[in-house]
């Protein structure tokens, strides 16, 4: 049976009647496509290389310098993954060694098994799907590209296979001056190539494929300016795509990190979806439940009264020691008491789907995935752990978090 069959064997379900319980199997839930309401999703960075896993691009995001071996002294991320579950070809070595001698080894987002195997995590956990990150600055560099399109087909199987939903996020970072029409031309060919917002598994909104575009009314002197924003919001809508924007947390006011132009609510105006960034914004439970209350709650209100939805961004935990050589746990975890807190506050801030940051993104140490309590040790290396839980905690806990945020679990402050 061929991809394309597979897909077409897709029936959708609603997400209410599809729910995973503790007690359901969740082998045969298939999510519903047709709607963001009532998900939760996560960020599904796809950016990570290794040596000899044929995509050409050596150890992207795992070291600094690529193009030397990965191990003590060239390292970027803060967490190491778990791969205890993945076959032998999934695997691939490093210099690094763990406390009883062992070589240490990590993924590749290049190898389709494992991508494969992400989205089977999800299914597993009742997470409903992923927005899969599409850096816009990589799209003219053939390799990198080519990277890209293999990561977004095999995330478009694992979504097809194990009954979950993607979407595209385009990412705006790095670009200059004249280069946001990347994305236009790039969604263009994904729709004459890949035939991708036809696929039963691709994630629409109102009745349209969900396109999202991340980095836009920031004070962090991007290169790219507003109107040209504009015009690409424009013309995705006129494409018949609900555009989901990824915009700064103070964006209703103009404020601390969002720039003043009323050019950005104009582009609000014109899109579907708002979700803002909250990673650093607030630092403990305290201060995430103050945000909810203080921030989303009257920014959904906005949204609401602009006949917008409203997406906003949890996270577990922050650090990004090895690749900044700032502080370790910089925003700690606090055995997930941290997540939930954010996940408790936007549900009771009115919310009605979450995005989580990020499934896989070990570098910043935002990563839900499965991650060991027994990273490499010495050699001037220092990692985090998941705090001696288990490593798919994080996994289950957000699989909660859409239970709860669909009103089948209750909302409690305590977790579960």
């Not at 195997?117 to 850096?135: K, L, N, P, S």
């Not at 095999?154 to 385009?170: I, N, P």
């Not at 801030?349 to 309590?373: H, L, P, Q, R, S």
């Amino acid at each position: 049976m061929t991809f394309a069959q597979q897909i077409s064997l897709i029936v959708c379900c609603t997400c209410a009647s599809a729910v995973a319980t503790d007690e359901t199997p969740v082998t045969n839930i298939v999510v519903d496509s047709s709607t963001l309401t009532g998900k939760v999703m996560c960020g599904y960075q796809g950016w990570f290389n290794c040596e000899g896993d044929g995509a050409g691009l050596g150890w992207t995001h795992w070291a600094r310098n690529r193009n030397r071996p990965f191990g003590p002294g060239n390292v970027t991320v803060d967490l190491w993954p778990d791969v205890s579950e993945l076959s032998a070809d999934e695997r691939y070595a490093t210099e690094f060694s763990h406390a009883d001698g062992t070589m240490a080894e990590v993924f590749s987002s290049g190898n389709r098994k494992t991508v494969l195997r992400h989205f089977q995590w999800m299914r597993d956990y009742g997470i409903d799907g992923a927005f899969v990150q599409r850096f816009a600055n990589g799209l003219k560099d053939p390799i990198s590209l080519r990277h890209k399109n293999n990561v977004l087909s095999d995330a478009r199987e694992g979504a097809a296979k194990y009954g979950r939903v993607l979407a595209v996020m385009y990412d705006l970072s790095g670009l200059r001056a004249g280069q946001v029409e990347r994305v236009r031309s790039d969604w263009a060919m994904l729709q004459t190539q890949m035939k991708l917002a036809s696929d039963p598994a691709y994630l629409h909104h109102d009745d349209g494929p969900v396109v999202a575009v991340w980095g836009i009314g920031f004070t962090d002197n991007r290169r790219y300016s507003l109107g040209e924003c504009f015009e690409l919001v424009k013309w995705l809508k006129s494409e018949g795509c609900r555009v989901m924007l990824g915009v700064p947390s103070f964006w209703r006011d103009g404020k601390r990190d969002a720039t003043d132009d009323v050019t950005l609510h104009a582009i609000l105006k014109h899109a579907d979806i708002v979700s803002p960034w909250s990673v650093g914004r607030y630092r403990t439970p305290v201060e995430a439940t103050r945000h909810a209350a203080g921030v989303w709650q009257p920014d959904r209100v906005w949204c609401a009264r602009h006949g917008l939805s409203f997406l906003p961004v949890v996270y577990p935990g922050f650090s990004w020691h090895n690749l900044t050589g700032g502080s370790i746990d910089d925003i700690p975890r606090l055995k997930g008491r941290f997540l939930w807190s954010q996940a408790v506050g936007a549900k009771r801030a009115g919310c009605d789907m979450i995005y989580v940051a990020m499934f896989d993104e070990v570098d910043e140490a935002t990563a839900i995935f499965k991650c060991t309590n027994h990273p490499p040790v010495g050699q001037g290396a220092e990692f985090l752990t998941y705090e001696g839980l288990p490593s798919d905690y994080y996994l289950k806990l957000v699989g909660h978090a859409g239970r709860m945020l669909r009103g089948e679990a209750p909302i409690s402050d305590q977790l579960p």
